[in-house]
């Protein structure tokens, strides 16, 4: 079965650090999502990306953030300069035309700054 | 407002017991969706079931059911003869036709099953 994937399962890094998380989204898939969830919160809304450009950003995602889909298969966060707030699980989802609302949801990264 | 309540914040049961988590929207959209996913202490998150706003039926899932009712505003969600396996976090979701882009998650219920 299809699945969403991301890499790496944990980082660690420095305050300050420019950190990228990257995805490989479900291959048929067309629209992407970050989502982050700081530890023991609800998991947050970030960003949206369609056809290779943002169509929906919240108000966490400000100009530290930026993704991009550098290849075909590959879709990107990146931070940077982190901050120790920046400390969260982030999580990449991916959707189909067909049924766009359906997000799959990868495993995680982990990310720690110290 | 878009917005998912989960008045559970933590709950605890014995195993072999029922236990139904609660789950509340807003949204003024007439067409959306509405999720269950589980997060176990590893963190990722289990995709549990999928409802849109146009059908009512419950569901039944092995010893899961949900009950989506539209007039309340609310899609609980019970096991029945809790596991130890079962103990996580649930998350209620939202995906609303004017937002198709985002899916709105409430807060969690911690679930924890005593042996």
């Known amino acids: 079965e299809p699945e969403v994937t991301q890499t790496p399962s944990h980082q660690v890094t420095q305050m300050g650090q420019e950190v990228i998380l990257r995805c490989v989204p479900i291959?048929?898939?067309?629209?992407f999502y970050w989502y982050r969830q700081i530890l023991g919160q609800k998991v947050e809304f970030l960003v949206s990306f369609y056809n290779n450009e943002i169509s929906e950003k919240s108000e966490i995602f400000d100009d530290q953030f930026s993704v991009e889909r550098p290849d075909g298969s590959n879709f990107t966060l990146k931070i940077r300069s982190t901050k120790l707030e920046d400390s969260a699980m982030y999580f990449c989802a991916s959707s189909d035309l067909s049924s766009y609302n359906e997000q799959f949801f990868g495993p995680g990264t982990r990310l720690t700054v110290l | 407002a878009q917005k998912v309540t989960q008045a559970q914040t933590e709950i605890s049961v014995v195993e072999k017991e029922d236990v139904t988590l609660d789950c509340v929207y807003e949204t003024r959209d007439t067409t959306y969706y509405l999720f269950w996913y589980k997060q176990p202490p590893s963190g990722e998150l289990v995709f549990l079931i999928r409802r849109n706003s146009f059908d009512e039926q419950n569901e039944i899932s092995g010893r899961y059911s949900w009950n989506f009712q539209k007039s309340t505003s609310s899609f609980n969600f019970t096991i029945t003869a809790s596991q130890v396996v079962d103990s996580a976090v649930y998350f209620c979701a939202l995906n609303p036709r004017t937002s198709y882009d985002k899916v709105i998650f409430g807060p969690g219920t911690s679930l924890s099953v005593i042996p």
């Open positions: 291959s048929n898939h067309l629209y």
